[in-house]
């Protein structure tokens, strides 16, 4: 088992929804690597943000919200994946599955601490903080990493009331918009509950890396 102290860790987002025992239950249960865990509760999103980026004491850090389910070697792939960042390079991402729609979506991250500090996270006025953060890697000089073919979590479905309440909490104001969405997440929801959301993730995300040859298959899922 190899040791990624000092290397990579792992901060958890959670406003108390449902998923988030399953969540933290996929990082703890990581296989092939050991790492520093720490759960933030009850914060914006940018907030969060920015309190993870300051208190990472590792080279690479990652942000997993509580509605993703990581596959066991997740962290694994993103300990190599950081072996490949150029020293400007401040985030690299890979993909999620999104069972109940049936999509590919973004995304999970790595940031490199020191080159996030230069940049920091704002939030537009919907609390969304990624397109801001893009635009100030770009003005910046930084760079990002993107590995668009491995999808390396799902993204779960929990219930409406709960994304609802969640978004609110977080600072965010989209979901009002999504109704299709939050309608299939509802109907996936109480046929497939938590638990047999994550049971299913590991097959799921083995099935789809396989068939759109990514690194994540090549490099560790198929070794």
């Known amino acids: 088992m190899k040791d990624l102290t000092g290397l990579l860790e792992v901060f958890i987002f959670t406003n108390g929804r449902g998923s988030f025992d399953w969540s933290k239950y996929s990082v703890e249960t990581q296989v092939n690597v050991k790492f520093k865990t720490t759960i933030i509760k009850d914060m914006s999103l940018v907030d969060a943000s920015n309190f993870a980026m300051k208190k990472s004491k590792s080279k690479f850090y990652m942000k997993v919200d509580d509605d993703m389910f990581l596959h066991p070697r997740c962290i694994e792939y993103f300990a190599n994946l950081t072996k490949s960042f150029k020293d400007n390079c401040a985030m690299a991402y890979s993909r999620l599955w999104e069972p109940s729609t049936l999509r590919v979506m973004d995304s999970l991250k790595a940031y490199n601490t020191n080159n996030v500090r230069k ?17 100030k890697i770009r003005k910046g000089g930084f760079g990002y990493k993107k590995d668009g073919k491995s999808v390396v979590a799902i993204h779960c479905s929990c219930p409406s009331s709960e994304n609802m309440d969640y978004a609110k ?50 490099s560790v899922i198929n070794t």
Do not use: C, H, P
Not at 125 to 133: E, H, L, V, Y
């Open 169 to 218: 909490l977080r600072g965010e104001k989209v979901w009002t918009t999504r109704r299709n969405r939050m309608y299939k997440q509802d109907k996936y929801f109480r046929k497939n509950g938590y638990k047999s959301q994550y049971k299913k993730r590991k097959k799921q995300l083995n099935s789809i890396n396989k068939k759109r040859g990514s690194s994540f298959w090549k």
């Open 119 to 135: 940049i920091g996270f704002s939030a537009n006025s919907a609390g969304r903080i990624d397109k801001i953060f893009l635009d």
